[in-house]
């Protein structure tokens, strides 16, 4: 299949592994899906400078195929990333949760692709404007930061294609074939899937954390944090906790630091998935087992061939 997207980045299939905080922070799964065809994303988010410029040796030798780095902007330690980033000549930037004006000069200046994640069409607007290559829009189901409001990934995504003329890669929810066939049919040029390839061999989390995942029907995940920057993660006791708080109208203060005390480590790390943030999407649901990365991926593009096949007959 051939799109803006897979000929921008030079990538086989419109699949992007979505840059996972932790889980994809080690080199195994993103080269994995990069050697597939797809585009596999290094989240440095969590990582320091020294270990970031380790892991992506690592990266670009376990592939001859293009990937990407996602670095989440307001993370303390962003700015040192990014000039890591820039100083190791990274070719795909997935920049999320903060404008990318700032940065575009300096990345373009050594041949990057930027490409802006964004979960509203206001955010959508002001990234296309700033001069973004592509976007990434996500909608509710998504795992991690989904629109505060809550707007779905079928609406969000083309709401955003009513304005916008670049390129977008578009996720939340979406955990096979029929999911990646539905987000091209809306107009998507890819589609990224996150909590699809949180159950693979290759993604570093602890056991408890794939275990809960793999436990998680389509209605376990909730909205959590509203008062703060909400994520969507299980329905666990931090999320009742949260809850809690939020019914009894806790001070600001005091919420802050409840939902600030549990973090996203403590769950993938540590193994935690009571007491720590176990972000995952909707599409936990429609997943029955943990496999190999490369076995995901064939599976998907074969499921995608079988969908197009399908629409062809039915269109006659
Ligand atoms: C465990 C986990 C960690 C995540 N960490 C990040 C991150 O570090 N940076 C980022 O931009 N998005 C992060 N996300 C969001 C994903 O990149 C992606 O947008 C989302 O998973 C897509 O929705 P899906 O899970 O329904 O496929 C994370 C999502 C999950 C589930």
Redesign the pocket.
Known sequence: MRTRITTMLGIDHPIVQ????????SAALPAAVSNAGGLG?L????LRPDDFEHVLGQLATATGRPYAV???LYRPGAADILDAMHARRVPVV????GSPKAHLARFRGIGAIWIQ?VATLEHACKAADAGVDAL?V?GA??????PASEVT?LVTVRRVLQEVSVPVIA?????DGWGIAALLALGADAV???????LTEEAT?HAN?KAAVLAADVQDTALVGRRDLPI?GLRNAFARAVFDAERDQLPQEDYVALFKKST?KQA?LDGDVEWGK???????GLVSRIEPAAAVMARLVSELAQVTDRLRAMAG
């Open positions: 979505a840059g996972m905080s932790w889980a994809s922070s994303v989240a440095a988010g969590p996602n670095i989440p997935i920049a999320s949760q994640v990434v996500v189901e998504a795992g991690g930061h989904p990934t996720g939340g929810g979406v955990a990224q899937l996150g909590t699809r390839f949180l989390v954390y969507r996203l993938a176990v972000e995952l999407g909707q599409s936990a």
